[in-house]
């Protein structure tokens, strides 16, 4: 294993030599060059021998042949020839190579043969090695985007963001994380497809990403963890200053199975696992969807909220809907959150607005008075509620319609920022004003999701995640 | 309590009047009669004392005054109007009404003494009420369609199907489920908003729809069964024949209490409900969520699929993902499902199409067969395992992209024909894709998911269903 700063060779290379270009387009080594012509901002270099030129470029007939050693090298040629690669990287003193190409450890006993032999190469020359199997990576800052899908503008589609995405698992699942980054579904810092991570492995990567100042939060998505203890123990330093949701499959006995012989290493026992990522503050998800959503919870708000105590789990629903009130309410204590049971003078303030026929209680049943005060009365209920020293967070529930477009979003935002509470929100009602909703909120730090349980859960997450960062902080009470 | 026919005056009546018909554009007075005009053959009359004429249309200044009493009326007038319409409505034979208006129980002790006077006029004129505070029905075939909200066209848009709804709650959470049905998520028969129930509740809806021969399933939205053992007789005769999926909150006490201030009626001890769901075979599920996505599975197939065996439960994974496939078996345990272990003779079939190194299992891998012999291998790989006596339901995990023009989606339906046993898909990957193979799918009657959980749910739907059906038909083995 190499020191951390190993990677910023990766993440931030000066030039990139791309091995396995070719002028045909629909291929990854096409893509590779197009993409990183467009959005790199230093030299790149096409390396194949049956070209003079792609795209404009000179392309070298090998990697020596470039007049100055590249700083980085991304190699899509057929398994075969990666050790060959290898070598006349190594020759040429480039000492990070990301090989994308299929063909190893994940096709059977003669693969991973081929994966010995790759490493045996990379050691002599003192070559770290990302993949193989694998899309490589993306940082926002400084910019480089490794996937061989072609990605038009892709730098200028990017917008940089604090969220770390780390997929282990071949192309395919990393290809679907990759189009949600591209999707524009969460603003990332950097996303990372580690494959088969023949050397350069989830917890190097980890690592990486905690010392990093631009991700504030990280989603990882793995299928085997080999260096466990290694891996808890980059966790613990995270917790309560970076939020760390882990997906790994296997918790099944079946799953585990499944895993064993997908992945060719040992899952371990998920009664283990399970006890120690809770112990190392990790938030564990069990489906994509869910990771995909607390990456876009965090992507949103990556800060700790404040609490009104250590224990700090009470919750406030904020509703349009009496029934979608009652459904939040199950699901939240589903979830293991309180309904906070809101103070006398929040009762008293609310019973103001409050038509006179309608007591006020949690969930917070607001129609009646907005059919009285018009959207407005969002604002001023959430004001009333965010003042609740009993109150940790808070769910609007929102029917979309284009009465939307009077909606106080400005008030909303900055009552939520004041408070420095946890406010979220779940949409229904007219999918056509979703998106408008969903963007004016994000503005101002606010997740919408339209699935009541993810919501639910994402608010969960910011809790756990703001009570371990106010333990870590000492418990004390907060400015 | 009349009997079940009178309902058909509200799904299938002759002419209908608008009272509260307005000119005034974005009333619901106003898109009553426009999408009434558009889209229901019978006549139309429009019901207000300051015009003469709407929309083309005469206008009366009462019921009593259209020389022949319409069949149904639709009522949208301030609650207090209410008494005095349906007295009208009394007079001139009327004996179908929707009251459409808020402002009754909803809104506390007055809104309930104005219900009371309602029923009194409606049982002294012999008038069935639907309503009050409610969107109404939609009906297929034949067509009306009853929300306040204006549709254009909704009649071309919303095609004919199996799928009954029946939505309690105020407008917005019905209005939710409205916005479904017109957005096209699922294919309907009726869809019903019943409001405060106060004279036709949900069981007597229920009855209808388990009685219409162009339902085949039904999803419900429900805050509160007052008639708990006439609800179940219905629920019993539905069992094996219909699909029933009940979303009922109030399962934790918090959420018990918040029903009972919403809807001001008790909705029982859960474990009570929840036992005598369960054992008249409703499938019940937590969240909005769930229920369209239940609703979904049986939209597109109604019918009960073929059994290995009484008990039969047993599910293949069919997966280009190593990691989905991980991923799929862990919520597939955790709902229940037993992963089949799958014949020798299948895993012998499945050797011959497999690379050598890859011994077959479930899940199924076949992303290297699929590079070997392109996507004619999903098909391939389903016939093999839809022939395994152990097998009972599959999910096949894709991953969209331009690709899937290739895909065998003709030989993938026939073969879910031929064999009777239940096939849904999960997709991810590219999402300009989904939408396309989506429709390709459902043409072949297999629904398609974008989240995991939601798909292996519907599996777990679809053979609870089938199970039932098959017990019903007496346990014996099937053509």
Same mark, same amino acid.
């Given at each position: 294993?190499g020191?951390?700063?190993?990677l910023?060779?990766?993440f931030?290379p000066?030039?990139?030599?791309v091995?396995?270009?070719?002028?045909r387009r629909?291929?990854?080594?096409?893509?590779?060059?197009?993409n990183l012509?467009?959005?790199?901002?230093?030299p790149?270099?096409p390396?194949? =021998?049956?070209?003079?030129?792609?795209?404009?470029?000179?392309?070298?007939?090998?990697?020596?042949?470039?007049p100055?050693?590249?700083?980085?090298?991304?190699? $899509?040629?057929?398994?075969?020839a990666?050790?060959?690669?290898?070598?006349?990287c190594?020759?040429?003193?480039? *000492?990070?190579?990301v090989?994308?190409?299929?063909g190893?450890?994940?096709?059977?006993?003669?693969?991973?043969?081929? &994966?010995?032999?790759?490493?045996e190469?990379?050691r002599?020359?003192?070559?770290?090695?990302w993949g193989?199997?694998?899309?490589?990576?993306v940082?926002?800052?400084?910019?480089?985007f #490794?996937?061989f899908?072609r990605?038009?503008?892709?730098? %200028? %589609?990017l917008e940089?963001?604090?969220l770390?995405?780390i997929?282990?698992?071949?192309?395919?699942?990393a290809?679907?994380?990759m189009q949600y980054v591209?999707?524009?579904?969460? *603003?990332?810092? *950097?996303a990372?497809a580690?494959g088969?991570?023949?050397?350069?492995d989830e917890?190097?990567?980890?690592q990486?990403?905690e010392d990093? =100042?631009k991700?504030?939060?990280?989603?990882a998505?793995?299928?085997?963890?080999e %260096?466990?203890?290694?891996?808890l123990?980059?966790?613990? /330093?995270m917790?309560?200053r /970076?939020?760390l949701?882990?997906?790994?499959?296997?918790r099944?006995p079946?799953a585990?199975?499944?895993a064993?012989?997908? #992945?060719?290493?040992?899952?371990?026992?998920d009664?283990?696992?399970d006890?120690?990522?809770k112990?190392a503050?990790?938030?564990?998800?069990?489906d994509?969807?869910?990771l995909?959503?607390?990456? *876009?919870?965090?992507s949103?708000?990556?800060e =700790?909220?404040?609490l009104?105590?250590?224990?700090g789990?009470?919750?406030?629903l904020? #509703?349009?809907?009496?029934?979608?009130?009652?459904?939040?309410t199950?699901?939240?204590?589903?979830a293991g959150l309180d309904?906070?049971?809101?103070e006398r003078a #929040? +009762?008293?303030?609310?019973?103001?607005?409050?038509?006179?026929w309608?007591?006020?209680s949690?969930?917070?049943?607001i129609?009646?008075?907005?059919?009285r005060?018009?959207? &407005?009365?969002?604002a001023?209920?959430?004001q009333?509620?965010?003042a609740?020293?009993r109150?940790?967070?808070v769910?609007? +529930?929102?029917?979309?319609s284009?009465?939307l477009?009077?909606?106080?979003?400005?008030r909303?935002? &900055?009552?939520?920022?004041?408070s420095?509470k946890a406010?979220?929100?779940?949409? $229904?009602?007219?999918?056509?004003?979703?998106? &408008?909703?969903?963007?004016?909120?994000?503005e101002?730090?606010?997740?919408?999701?339209?699935?009541l349980?993810?919501c639910?859960?994402?608010?969960?997450?910011?809790?756990?995640?703001? %009570?371990?960062?106010?333990?870590?902080?000492g418990?004390?009470?907060?400015?």
């Amino acid at each position: 294993m190499g020191n951390t700063s190993d990677l910023d060779r990766f993440f931030a290379p000066h030039s990139v030599a791309v091995v396995g270009a070719t002028v045909r387009r629909e291929k990854g080594g096409y893509n590779l060059v197009a993409n990183l012509l467009e959005s790199f901002s230093g030299p790149v270099y096409p390396v194949n =021998p049956n070209y003079q030129e792609i795209l404009g470029v000179r392309c070298y007939s090998s990697v020596s042949e470039i007049p100055e050693p590249p700083e980085l090298a991304v190699v $899509f040629v057929p398994a075969r020839a990666v050790p060959g690669v290898l070598e006349d990287c190594g020759r040429a003193g480039v *000492k990070a190579v990301v090989v994308e190409s299929g063909g190893f450890a994940e096709v059977g006993p003669e693969g991973r043969r081929l &994966e010995e032999t790759c490493l045996e190469v990379a050691r002599r020359f003192g070559i770290r090695v990302w993949g193989p199997n694998c899309t490589g990576l993306v940082n926002t800052d400084p910019f480089i985007f #490794t996937p061989f899908m072609r990605a038009p503008n892709v730098h %200028r %589609r990017l917008e940089p963001g604090s969220l770390g995405i780390i997929a282990q698992s071949g192309m395919l699942a990393a290809g679907f994380m990759m189009q949600y980054v591209v999707s524009g579904f969460f *603003k990332v810092s *950097k996303a990372c497809a580690i494959g088969n991570k023949m050397d350069i492995d989830e917890v190097e990567v980890l690592q990486y990403l905690e010392d990093d =100042p631009k991700t504030r939060s990280v989603v990882a998505y793995l299928e085997s963890v080999e %260096r466990g203890r290694d891996f808890l123990e980059v966790a613990r /330093k995270m917790r309560g200053r /970076k939020p760390l949701v882990v997906l790994k499959g296997g918790r099944h006995p079946e799953a585990a199975k499944a895993a064993l012989s997908h #992945t060719a290493s040992l899952a371990g026992s998920d009664e283990v696992v399970d006890g120690a990522l809770k112990q190392a503050g990790v938030i564990r998800v069990h489906d994509f969807h869910d990771l995909m959503n607390l990456g *876009k919870a965090f992507s949103v708000h990556p800060e =700790p909220f404040r609490l009104t105590s250590p224990g700090g789990n009470g919750v406030a629903l904020i #509703t349009v809907t009496g029934g979608g009130g009652v459904v939040a309410t199950d699901l939240a204590r589903d979830a293991g959150l309180d309904l906070a049971r809101l103070e006398r003078a #929040t +009762l008293e303030r609310l019973a103001a607005i409050f038509p006179e026929w309608m007591p006020p209680s949690n969930p917070v049943d607001i129609w009646p008075t907005v059919e009285r005060r018009g959207l &407005e009365a969002f604002a001023e209920t959430l004001q009333v509620v965010l003042a609740d020293e009993r109150v940790d967070g808070v769910i609007l +529930l929102t029917f979309a319609s284009r009465a939307l477009e009077a909606f106080p979003f400005q008030r909303i935002g &900055e009552l939520a920022r004041k408070s420095g509470k946890a406010l979220l929100s779940w949409v $229904f009602g007219d999918v056509r004003f979703f998106g &408008e909703y969903e963007a004016r909120m994000r503005e101002h730090s606010i997740p919408v999701y339209t699935d009541l349980r993810s919501c639910v859960l994402a608010l969960r997450a910011y809790l756990q995640f703001s %009570r371990e960062a106010r333990s870590a902080a000492g418990g004390g009470p907060e400015a």
